[in-house]
């Protein structure tokens, strides 16, 4: 079946760049999504990406598919404190299923 | 606007007890859906509704049964609680016209079942 595996942990220093990757199963999805969920909140949609693109810029985050290697990555320029939280990647296949990964937690030190 | 409203946000039961979670948004939007976050796991569908009147099942409807009587709410029962629906629950809508802009989530509820 469709599976969506990301990376449990990642620690960055402040002001450096964070990749959070991303690696799925399934290669009909039309849409794929970066969620991020801060302490006792919802997850909030942060940017997505149709699959017939390679790459997304918006502001400090650049989205990058590798349609190939089923491989999405996230990367944050200038990573500040304020992006720690949990960071989600998320496939739309189709008749109102989406697959959620299990989550990235960025940690970001000072 | 609101956006999407859960209610209650924390709950804890006793194995056995029953409960309604309610979720109330205020964008008009067609499609509703329930989904558990366990740790360690990505989300799971519990249940959906593409309007007003109507229901399906998810990944994981087991133990749950859903209600949609008016489009701004949907609603979750638990009519007998296990130990196992202890989890963090979600719920979520999407617009009729394009789905591509992602769900927009409520804040979840905190469901402990003892």
């Known amino acids: 079946g469709e599976d969506v595996e990301q990376s449990l942990f990642l620690s960055v220093r402040e002001g450096d760049s964070s990749v959070i990757n991303c690696t799925y199963t399934d290669s009909s999805s039309t849409y794929l999504y970066w969620y991020k969920q801060e302490p006792g909140a919802g997850l909030q949609l942060l940017t997505y990406?149709?699959?017939?693109?390679d790459m997304k810029q918006d502001q400090r985050l650049t989205v990058l598919l590798n349609k190939k290697d089923k491989h999405l990555s996230l990367r944050i320029a200038d990573t500040q404190t304020g992006d720690s939280a949990i960071y989600f990647c998320a496939l739309d296949t189709g008749g109102f299923k989406t697959i959620f990964g299990a989550g990235t937690r960025l940690f970001v030190k000072a | 606007n609101a956006g999407v409203t859960q209610t209650p946000k924390f709950r804890v039961l006793k194995t056995g007890q029953s409960m309604t979670l309610l979720c109330a948004q205020d964008?008009?939007?067609?499609?509703m859906y329930w989904y558990r976050q366990d740790p360690g796991m990505g989300l799971r569908l519990i249940h959906y509704s593409v309007g007003e009147g109507t229901t399906a099942k998810g990944e994981v409807p087991d133990g749950y049964n859903v209600s949609r009587l008016k489009k701004q709410n949907f609603l979750l029962g638990l009519e007998s609680a296990a130990p196992s629906q202890t989890s963090v629950y979600f719920c979520?809508?999407?617009?009729?016209?394009?789905?591509?802009?992602?769900?927009?989530f409520g804040s979840g509820t905190r469901l402990t079942v003892v």
């Open positions: 964008m008009n939007h067609e499609y």
């Open positions: 990406i149709f699959s017939n693109m």
């Open positions: 979520a809508s999407t617009p009729l016209d394009d789905s591509n802009y992602g769900y927009t």
